[in-house]
């Protein structure tokens, strides 16, 4: 006798009628067959999952909380009452071939999403131990991740609808084939996101912490994430940009990652001198320059030369940055007369701060440049300044 029939004769001796109790048998014993399975299911999180939490608690590694954390061992353990009530339900509807049929869906589309969600924990655990790694974290694989996730839903859908519409999956993808520009369509973002990133990563141009900056000020700071779509970039004033990551291929940015691995970070700025104050040195002006000017004490020009006043304070400014522990000694250190221009005589002065925070690099040039524009006057020279 089937459970059916078990179920009908004790409706009945409940005074239930024939003809009513014919009608919900079936459906009652798949009723309590999902109850009973929801038992099962609730029982197993108990046993498995409470115990590899309270084993986690008591000896955390790396893939026991992540697999926790994820909830690889929940989503995995739904999966055994879908199986239960798959191969139960023949036994309920013996008679009801339609209402079996659709129950089975149920439980078959129930198993595949549970599968699904399995597979994607597991993939997110995969990508927190590469994530885990410093060596690995310049090349972040986390677009890479979504694309298989995306893949993997995708390929999920398929299958549910499969069952849901009695075709062959197969069949389903070769239809696909002929919509194929739709999908390309719908996917655009998602695919040109993907080679992005395959470029980025390839050619090593983008890590996780390396400041950029894009033209126009759209965005200047530090890449937090890289995903399949979206580049994310924390600006200095604390704002969050994003950027997709096929705007990084096409058009130009600034990595500033080869300043932050240098022994400096650049200054380059100009002087504008009066030129009206430009002219030779005379021995009293000498004299007085090496009295009041210590690091030019020492100085004395060349037999026969007479040297103008921009051309001491251009060996003054070298020998102050070279007396300077906060410059860079072992990289270029350059100091050039620009083209006169209507602004006055530029001299450009070029060096590598050793300090690269923004916060004293800003304290370091401005305390120099301070000192060189007060130490100006001193070899008899005027900055340019307009005035109507």
């Excluded at 009206?276 to 004395?300: G, H, N, S, W």
């Amino acid at each position: 006798m089937s459970l059916g029939s078990w179920m009908n004769k004790i409706l009945i001796d409940w005074g239930v009628d024939p003809k009513f109790a014919n009608m919900f048998d079936e459906s009652i014993i798949a009723v309590l067959m999902i109850i009973l399975s929801i038992g099962l299911d609730y029982l197993c999180q108990a046993i498995f999952v409470g115990g590899m939490r309270r084993y986690t608690k008591r000896s955390p590694h790396t893939w026991n909380t992540l697999l926790m954390k994820r909830g690889v061992v929940h989503h995995s353990i739904h999966i055994l009452p879908g199986i239960l009530i798959y191969f139960l339900l023949p036994l309920a509807f013996v008679q009801g071939k339609e209402m079996l049929a659709i129950f089975q869906k149920i439980c078959v589309v129930y198993i595949i999403v549970a599968v699904l969600l399995t597979i994607n924990g597991l993939l997110l655990v995969m990508l927190d131990v590469y994530n885990s790694r410093d060596k690995q974290k310049s090349r972040p694989m986390k677009g890479f991740v979504q694309v298989l996730q995306v893949i993997l839903f995708f390929v999920g859908s398929i299958i549910i609808i499969a069952v849901l519409i009695n075709k062959s999956p197969m069949s389903l993808f070769a239809g696909l084939g002929a919509s194929a520009a739709v999908l390309m369509l719908i996917f655009k973002d998602s695919i040109l996101g993907f080679v992005a990133g395959v470029q980025l990563s390839a050619n090593d141009m983008l890590r996780i912490g390396d400041w950029i900056s894009l033209p126009n000020d759209t965005a200047n700071g530090t890449v937090e994430e890289i995903t399949l779509n979206t580049v994310k970039i924390r600006n200095w004033d604390e704002t969050i940009s994003t950027v997709p990551p096929y705007n990084l291929v096409n058009n130009s940015f600034q990595n500033w990652r080869g300043m932050q691995e240098s022994g400096g970070r650049r200054v380059k700025k100009n002087i504008y001198l009066d030129m009206t104050t430009l002219k030779f040195c005379t021995p009293d002006l000498l004299d007085t320059i090496r009295k009041e000017v210590p690091l030019m004490a020492d100085y004395q020009p060349a037999e026969g030369e007479v040297p103008t006043n921009a051309q001491l304070y251009r060996i003054y400014i070298e020998r102050y940055l070279c007396s300077l522990t906060v410059v860079n000694q072992d990289m270029d250190l350059i100091l050039s007369q620009l083209e006169p221009t209507t602004y006055g005589v530029p001299i450009q002065v070029y060096f590598f701060s050793r300090n690269k925070v923004w916060k004293e690099y800003e304290r370091i040039q401005s305390d120099i440049f301070d000192h060189l524009l007060v130490m100006v006057q001193k070899f008899d020279l005027k900055l340019y300044q307009y005035s109507d």
